[in-house]
């Protein structure tokens, strides 16, 4: 029997931070025995890594003769021990009120999903479901059949069992037709200035893992298009202000670039002053003064390239933007399942990358006032949710995405990262960060 029994009904007692980018995606197949009857199930569960997600789940009523098809927004939220402390061994899907795609509205009592991670493995696997009667009982159903799907499983039979084919998901994969780029398209180049203070005695480990995989994402994001890729890393000993200039400096994009700019570092902000948004602490040795010579602020890199022309131009720093005398905080690691591979929407990529429209756009990890969060084994909250953010708009559960409702996504989920995250396990503090960004 299940050692959580008491359910996490109270969200904020089992604090969670990210894992990993990637797409999780089950299949489910389970049932309950009522009165010696069973009552089978299925289910398309699909995870972010960033924990946000839904399940769909179908049934065939026999008292309707009709199938049944719903979905579920989830939580996710770890299991609890007896004595109410958080279970890190169960991972829970909650389901939150069904959305009736068709069936009968109320019929459908939602189902809860529970992975168990066991000594050895790294990851949470399918254990079992329960559901929660109206009397507050539980039921717990049994997991007659677990499959990671690929995307080669994807097959129009299977995917019409917990789709219509109305929804963005059957449509990008079996009813849209994307163009290739054409011969004078694939001549757009995406510049990528990439500053990672990898060296730094305190968040080094940290910008190391974001430095690796922002130049991953965007790399892909290159080849995929079929696009030219010029990047520029400055960390390790090239770290410097003199190299960060001449890097910006040395951009020269063409009418149809795109231009990136990325910073994950140390950053402050100074409260008698009008930016926004941070200094970069771009300090080299240790004798260089704080400041002045040695910062700069991300806002006048934003307006440096936005005037070189580039089509399409994103400036984004995880830092710190508070006093001088704070630091950036140590977050805790989270919780990873397994990754499915299935691949990203030529529509959505281009929809984002090779949009006619000029369009600007700067983002910062925290409001002026705030610290950055991260760790060594994911790197920084922001960093992670903004990835994670891109990865989903490019991913095929979404349709015809913008780079507005990315950001806001991005600000959304480090926002509830932040405050599902221990800064301080000790004194049971969470983590308060709220990126601020804008669009010209």
Not at 40 to 48: D, E, G, Q, S
Not at 199 to 225: H, Q, R
Request: glycine content about 8%; proline content about 4%.
């Amino acid at each position: 029997m299940p050692r959580f029994l008491r359910l996490l009904l109270i969200i904020t007692s089992c604090l969670l931070s990210p894992a990993a980018f990637s797409q999780t995606v089950y299949e489910l197949r389970y049932h309950y025995v009522d009165e010696g009857v069973n009552d089978n199930y299925k289910a398309f569960l699909m995870r972010n890594g960033d924990g946000t997600g839904f399940i769909r789940v179908a049934y065939f009523d026999s008292a309707a003769n009709a199938r049944q098809l719903y979905e579920l927004p989830m939580e996710e939220i770890y299991g609890e021990h007896e004595d109410g402390t958080p279970d890190s061994s169960q991972l829970i899907f909650y389901a939150l009120e069904p959305r009736t795609i068709f069936g009968t509205d109320g019929d459908y009592v939602p189902d809860h999903f529970v992975f168990e991670m066991k000594p050895g493995n790294p990851y949470y696997e399918p254990a079992f479901v329960y559901t929660v009667n109206e009397d507050s009982t539980q039921e717990f159903g049994t997991m007659d059949e677990v499959r990671l799907l690929e995307q080669k499983d994807l097959s129009e039979e299977l995917v019409l069992q917990y789709f219509t084919p109305k929804d963005d998901f059957y449509l990008q994969l079996f009813a849209t037709t994307t163009r290739g780029l054409t011969p004078e398209e694939k001549k757009t180049t995406l510049h990528l200035v990439l500053v990672a203070n990898t060296e730094d005695n305190t968040i080094g480990t940290t910008c190391v893992v974001d430095k690796d995989a922002t130049y991953k994402m965007f790399s892909e994001v290159a080849e995929f298009l079929g696009i030219q890729f010029k990047p520029a890393v400055i960390a390790g000993k090239d770290f410097s202000k003199v190299n960060v200039d001449k890097a910006v400096s040395a951009v020269q994009p063409g009418a149809d670039d795109i231009v990136v700019f990325y910073y994950s570092g140390h950053g402050f902000n100074d409260v008698n002053e009008g930016y926004q948004f941070p200094y970069m602490d771009l300090r080299d040795k240790s004798f260089q003064r704080f400041g002045g010579a040695y910062a700069l602020n991300v806002e006048t890199i934003f307006q440096k390239l936005k005037s070189k022309g580039g089509r399409l131009n994103l400036v984004l720093s995880d830092c710190c933007n508070n006093d001088p005398a704070s630091g950036q905080i140590m977050s805790g690691v989270g919780a990873t399942t397994r990754t499915s591979s299935i691949g990203w929407s030529m529509e959505n990529c281009q929809a984002l990358f090779m949009n006619k429209k000029r369009t600007s756009l700067l983002m910062t990890a925290a409001v002026k006032g705030q610290l950055s969060a991260g760790n060594p084994a994911n790197g920084g909250l922001f960093t992670f949710s903004f990835r994670e953010s891109l990865e989903k708009a490019l991913g095929p559960f979404s349709r015809k995405p913008d780079w507005n409702s990315l950001m806001t996504d991005a600000r959304t989920q480090t926002i509830n990262k932040a405050a599902h995250t221990w800064c301080d396990k000790t004194n049971k503090i969470v983590c308060v960060q709220h990126p601020v960004y804008k669009v010209e």
